[in-house]
Structures are given as C-alpha cells and as structure tokens.
C-alpha cells in the first residue's frame, strides 16, 4: 500500500522543517557577542548636593548636614549604588545614609552629617563633595557633584 500525502500534511512537515531551521540557526547564534553602541553620557548616574547652598556660610566646629539626590544610570537597580561624601579631600569617603522610598539602600534621596570628628571646615572656602558609585555591567560608574561652602 502507498502512502498518499495531502495538502495539510505536506503544509505540517515543511512548517515543522522550517521551525527546526529556524531554531538551529537561533542556536548556532548563541555564542555569538554583539557590540551594541553606548553613548557614555546617557550612561552616567547622577548625583546632587541640595543643601548646602552654593556660598553657604557656617561656623567653624558645627555639624553641617548634607543632604542630595541620586538615580542610577539606566538599566542599573538603585541598591548597586552607593553615595558618599567627602570635605575638603579629606578621605575616606564618608557612606551617606540612604533615605530613598524603595529598596534598602536606595539612595535617590540621602544625608550624611559632616562633624568635625570626621573633618572641620577650615576659615574662608571649603568644598563638599558628593559621589555616587554603581557597580554596572560592562563596568562600574561613578559620577561626582560639588558645592563651596564658607567656613567663618
């Protein structure tokens, strides 16, 4: 007896060929790497000191709170940053506190208190620095912001 072949059965062994084409091609394809364009800047996190103010004057031998804002760059989870900050280069960075609403270690609102344990503003200019560092893939970011005070 010969086997007689239909429309709908000649339609479901070329469609089942096709996929298995298909999907050995989409296997073959996954060793492969890709180098997709990354435009730097787009990339950056961002931080910023929103107290003091630029030009700020305090009294030498007081705390002074800083408090900023911070976003990761796109694509990076705000708990793979953190924000630190620092008086007058004076290292280690000082870890802020993290006061965002999400996650643990969300850090898109922070403060840290600069006391004169840590530091002591010195008369005439002094700089705050804030950073934020995320571990981001292909590599890490950081990203810097600045503001003088004046100590007196």
Not at 123 to 128: A, H, T
Request: proline fraction near 7%.
């Amino acid at each position: 007896m010969g086997m007689q072949l239909t429309r709908q059965t000649m339609f479901t062994i070329t469609f089942g060929t096709l996929i298995a084409g298909v999907l050995s091609n989409f296997l073959s394809l996954t060793n492969v790497s890709y180098a997709v364009p990354v435009s730097p800047t787009s990339q950056l996190p961002a931080v910023k000191i929103t107290f003091p103010h630029k030009g700020q004057q305090f009294r030498i031998g007081t705390n002074i709170l800083v408090s900023g804002t911070s976003s990761p760059p796109p694509g990076v989870p705000h708990m793979s940053c953190t924000v630190s900050v620092l008086l007058n280069d004076v290292k280690p960075y000082q870890k802020a506190v993290a006061l965002g609403h999400g996650v643990k270690g969300d850090y898109s609102v922070w403060h840290y208190k600069i006391t004169p344990k840590y530091a002591s503003l010195k008369n005439g200019q002094n700089k705050i620095t804030a950073k934020i560092a995320c571990i981001a893939i292909p590599s890490n970011v950081t990203k810097f912001n600045s503001v003088n005070v004046t100590g007196t």
